[in-house]
């Protein structure tokens, strides 16, 4: 297979995104409210730091120093890094990665929808050889953990990537995508069935002995029932929700806006269910959830707290403005302050049925 060059995948650089955001007419995926989105600087308490706020949260093994994580695929450490201090987030989430390069899906892959994105990147990724050589050495100076997202087409591939990603010092945690389709089981996706997420999971567990997260497919009758599954198979951390599948038509042309005719929907659009999962999922294991799907604000992100979640990830939003993290870390601390709460683990859960 021809090698595909790291990183390439990327829809919009940094400066496309922040110069076009997602076009005319598109929703404006920025923060409300009080918790607005205007540069730290700006900000009343801009000289907070999470040194001196009670943000830090512990997922597994691995302490953050706060709950707030880049979400896999949509952060380019390279090009964010002129724009974002990577040393600032919870934790740095890679873009999945297969055992092999993968070349990805036919173009067009991204389509704007009316409250977010549809995207059929299809696991465009460099392989560990490329992971090896080229991103990680790049990612020396990052201190926070670095978290590798896999994903596989067959079980053995999950554990081979799993166990040869175990030696690595580099990487702290693994994230296990399971909204892959199993090609042994004629495409079926691995997160639809509770124990074809079982096998998977438990193969993964029995090679990779540090901080085991599964993501989780929110495509999917009851999520509670996979994630119960995914923890007796070993899982440390469950992160929910993957994209939903979408489809968008070109009403002149007659065809997909995708080039894979489906792809997964991400954005605000998807906020609503993402919440609603967290908090059937919080109720349903004893292990982290990592709350994502949708988030622009910290209000955004306390919203998932309260629902259940440790922690979360923050994915589109990072498309339309680079900082989009930083200001949500600085939201979730002036929360905090405003509010008189000492740990924001005191959130987790919280939500008043
Ligand atoms: C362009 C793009 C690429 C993505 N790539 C991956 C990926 O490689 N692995 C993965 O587990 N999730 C991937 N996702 C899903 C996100 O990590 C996240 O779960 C989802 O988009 C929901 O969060 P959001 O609404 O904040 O974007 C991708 C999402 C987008 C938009």
Not at 197 to 212: N, Q
Not at 268 to 286: D, T
Not at 294 to 306: C, K, M, N, Q, R
């Amino acid at each position: 297979m021809k090698r595909a060059k790291p990183l390439d995948s990327k829809p919009l650089t940094a400066r496309q995104v922040t110069s076009r955001g997602l076009g005319a007419g598109a929703p404006r995926l920025e923060a409300a409210g009080p918790f607005g989105n205007g540069p730290i600087s700006a900000l009343p308490n801009a000289n907070l730091t999470s040194e001196n706020k009670q943000v830090a949260v512990r997922i597994g093994d691995l302490f953050l120093q706060n709950p707030v994580l880049t979400a896999s695929g949509t952060f380019d450490p390279f090009t964010y890094a002129e724009l974002v201090d990577l040393n600032r987030l919870g934790a740095l989430v890679l873009k999945g990665l297969t055992l092999q390069p993968v070349l990805g899906n036919k173009p067009p892959r991204i389509a704007e929808t009316p409250a977010g994105l549809l995207n059929s990147i299809g696991f465009q990724n460099p392989g560990l050889e490329g992971l090896l050589r080229d991103i990680l050495p790049r990612l020396k100076d990052v201190t926070v953990p670095i978290i590798a997202n896999i994903s596989g087409d067959t079980e053995e591939e999950y554990e081979e990537l799993a166990s040869r990603l175990n030696h690595l010092p580099e990487v702290a945690a693994l994230e296990v995508n399971i909204s892959c389709p199993n090609v042994a089981r004629g495409g079926m996706v691995f997160g639809t069935d509770p124990e074809v997420a079982f096998s998977v999971v438990s193969r993964v567990r029995r090679v990779y002995h540090k901080t085991l997260i599964v993501k989780l497919s929110p495509n999917v009758t009851d999520i509670a029932a996979i994630a119960r599954r995914v923890e007796a198979a070993g899982a440390d951390a469950v992160s929910l929700i993957n994209t939903l599948l979408g489809m968008a038509i070109d009403v002149r042309t007659r065809r997909p806006r995708l080039g894979n005719v489906t792809g997964g929907l991400s954005g605000p659009a998807i906020r609503p269910v993402a919440v609603r999962m967290v908090w059937q999922v919080a109720r349903a294991v004893r292990i982290p959830i990592i709350g994502m799907g949708g988030i622009t604000s910290a209000e955004d992100a306390l919203e998932f707290l309260l629902a259940g979640a440790r922690a979360v990830g923050v994915g589109a939003a990072n498309l339309v403005d680079p900082r989009a993290t930083m200001e949500i870390i600085e939201g979730l601390e002036r929360f905090l302050e405003e509010e008189g709460i000492k740990d924001i683990n005191e959130l987790v859960g919280a939500v008043r049925v």
